[in-house]
């Protein structure tokens, strides 16, 4: 069975001809119109619009006004493991990636070192403000990737987390 | 004294305000030019002015912050006069003086006006000369830490370190006890140092139950000042304005007149000429200190127009050509209430750190009693060269209550997709019991945004649907591309109804 990952929750559905089953009950929905980044469709007595984008491996959704990261995996996805192998929301804990280009003024933490949830791991200075990043949990320092001075790339790796 | 009529203003800044001057610009019939750096050719407010000229470069520095260029561009479009806007170089006195001495009209206080209120320790002293309250703290700069410490017992921790030429919560720093007092002054002289390229520090006294109240002023150059009332500043994060409101419930009908008369005060020592304001801190204990006045157009600026229905760019320029304001204070009234939300690309989940990206969908609210200062549309990028505000929203409504739920809605109907946004953090606080009791102060964020009690993974099961109709729809589509590849030798065929047509 396909099944979408979003909010940290994986619901499995199912798929006949263009009909959609959750849990044995069959989801309504019209498909009224399509484009590039929005679905208009009928479900149940409204008419919703739905705006998302693809972005990397995953879709956008933009839910109550929030976006929310989706990924879809198919039959072939999941033989595939990928649902096993965690995806990237598990990647993300052990890999602490620059939020924005900016110049690394102040490495506060050393490979070996541990640290506790919320602590202080590097000053990153981007548009005139120097913002602090930190840790989201608990963890052991395995490598710092940057040197004070550097600038860094939006996303790029610039500590491991173990 | 003759008056002279502006008739071609160059705006030297970009984005919303720029946008902003421009429309009221061509209101007045006066041509607009606009000076934009290399990464700002498509933004809609380039394409906006009548003549646009190129900053050559990227970096604000080379730019819009380049006094050089600007007024060599001016001089290049016969400008009569600039409009700063904020930010940039909106508070820096030589580039007044030498737009004046090009000939050229500044939209703003005078030079001297400028230098003397953007150095915080000059400004308290002019503005306490004239009997206005003003935090207990240094009057000079402090240089080394044993005088700091002295002076910081002497007043009493908390205190706050503050940088000399410091705005917008750039160095500064909170100090609860003696020994963070070391740290803390480094790195608000570095951090000032580097922002600003003066590292002068000053010490004052930390109010408690702090709200920030704001007083929107008019000078002109016949020595006529009026205040058009407050502005409540005091939703702040990372000690930046992120929500807005007026009037300010804090206020009684005679605080309001006290301290619009310091404002007026505040003003009139140094000279004021144009719209400024000057700001001020409310202690929970009523009692309330002159903190500075910001020598320009600020920000937040709209719910003034809206709650006053004055255009305050229009009247920059009437006090520029030398008209005298024709109001008196009895006769300036305000109707309702406004509150203005700013939207910025920033993660509200993640410390509020700036987002940068291209926006996708782009949806502004409508309808009445709303106004949208915005400078992008969909497909501009939000840059790392730039300030990361997409907009400002500000909604007008004849009671506080209506004005919330209004906005509430605003927020809601505001589709941007590309980036993180700053609307769930204000539909947040328009929905919170403190803003709605208007008992908050500027620890507003810090009390109130919990951000590891969310739980912004649950998701309703509506959410849920709309989320499995789009992958139903994805999956669909990828059964299609892989599941029927064109066979090789396969005759092509452009529609099935022209097979059917011509194959009979």
Redesign the interface.
């Known amino acids: 069975m396909p099944a979408i990952t979003i909010g940290g929750k994986t619901v499995s559905f199912k798929i006949e001809g263009r009909k959609i089953f959750v849990d044995g009950r069959e989801l309504k929905y019209e498909v009224i119109r399509r484009e590039k980044d929005r679905l208009l469709v009928k479900m149940g007595d409204s008419v919703e619009e739905i705006i998302y984008s693809e972005s990397g491996e995953g879709v956008e959704l933009l839910l109550s006004n929030e976006a929310r990261r989706m990924e879809v995996l198919s039959d072939r996805d999941i033989l595939l493991g990928r649902l096993e192998s965690g995806g990237p929301a598990r990647h993300a804990h052990s890999e602490i990636k620059a939020p924005m280009p900016g110049l690394v003024v102040k490495i506060m933490v050393t490979g070996g070192e541990k640290v506790k949830k919320g602590a202080k791991l590097i000053i990153l200075e981007a548009m005139k403000m120097e913002n602090e990043i930190r840790t989201a949990s608990d963890s052991e320092v395995a490598e710092v990737l940057v040197h004070e001075g550097e600038i860094v790339e939006k996303d790029q790796t610039i500590i491991k987390l173990r | 004294m003759t008056t002279r009529k502006i008739q071609k203003v160059l705006v030297a800044n970009r984005g919303e305000i720029a946008l902003r001057i421009m429309r009221t610009l061509k209101e007045m019939h006066i041509r607009s030019v606009a000076a934009y750096s290399e990464v700002d050719i498509s933004m809609p407010f380039v394409r906006y002015a009548d003549e646009a000229y190129s900053l050559t470069g990227k970096e604000a520095r080379e730019t819009y912050l380049d006094i050089g260029k600007i007024i060599s561009a001016a001089k290049k479009s016969g400008a009569d006069a600039i409009h700063p806007g904020y930010g940039f170089l909106s508070e820096n006195s030589q580039f007044a003086r030498e737009t004046e001495r090009a000939g050229i009209i500044f939209i703003g206080p005078g030079a001297e006006t400028i230098r003397l209120m953007g150095d915080k320790t000059e400004a308290r002293k002019i503005v306490a000369g004239y009997g206005i309250p003003v935090v207990p703290g240094t009057a000079e700069a402090v240089t080394d830490l044993k005088e700091a410490a002295d002076i910081a017992g002497q007043i009493g921790y908390p205190v706050l370190v503050k940088a000399a030429a410091g705005g917008g919560g ?1 160095g500064m720093r909170l100090v609860t006890e003696e020994s963070e007092l070391e740290s803390s002054l480094r790195g608000a002289q570095s ?1 000032a140092a ?2 600003f390229g003066d590292g002068r520090i000053f010490i004052e006294k930390y109010i408690l139950g702090p709200r920030h109240i704001e007083f929107q002023i008019l000078a002109d150059l016949h020595g006529n000042v009026v205040h058009l009332f407050e502005r409540e500043c005091s939703i702040q994060r ?1 000690h930046q304005k992120v929500v807005e409101e007026t009037p300010s419930l804090a206020l009684s009908p005679a605080l309001r007149q006290v301290m619009g008369r310091s404002a007026v005060g505040a003003a009139r020592a140094c000279g004021y000429v144009n719209a400024g304001t000057v700001e001020f801190i409310l202690g929970d204990d009523g009692n309330y200190y002159f903190l500075e006045m910001n020598t320009r157009l600020q920000v937040e600026h709209p719910i003034t127009e809206l709650t006053t229905g004055l255009d305050i760019v229009r009247e920059q320029i009437r006090i520029a050509e030398g008209e005298a304001i024709s109001m008196s204070q009895e006769s300036i009234t305000r109707r309702g209430h406004a509150i203005e939300c700013r939207i910025y690309a920033e ?1 509200v989940y ?2 509020f ?4 990206g291209t926006l ?2 782009l949806r502004e609210p409508a309808g009445n009693g709303i106004r949208v200062d915005s400078g992008v549309e969909a497909g501009s990028d939000i840059s ?1 060269y ?3 505000m997409i907009a400002k929203l500000s909604v007008w409504d004849n009671t506080r209550e209506n004005a919330i739920e209004k906005m509430i809605r605003a ?2 109907d ?2 941007i ?2 980036v ?1 946004t700053t ?2 953090f204000c ?1 947040f606080v328009m929905k919170s019991a403190p803003f709605r009791s208007g008992k908050y102060s500027t620890h507003f964020v810090q009390e109130n945004w919990k951000v590891d009690d969310m739980d ?5 099961q509506e ?14 589509d ?1 059964d299609r591309s892989s599941f029927q590849p064109r066979k090789e030798g396969e005759k092509r065929s452009h529609s099935g109804w022209m097979d059917g047509r011509f194959e009979r």
Do not use: M, W
């Open positions: 750039k951090e580097s922002a990372r993660d993640g410390n750190l700036p987002d940068t996708k969908t790392v730039y300030d990361p927020l809601d505001y589709v997709t590309g993180k609307i769930p539909t912004p993974s649950s998701l309703s959410a849920l649907d709309r989320a499995l109709v789009v992958a139903a729809t994805q999956l669909l990828r």
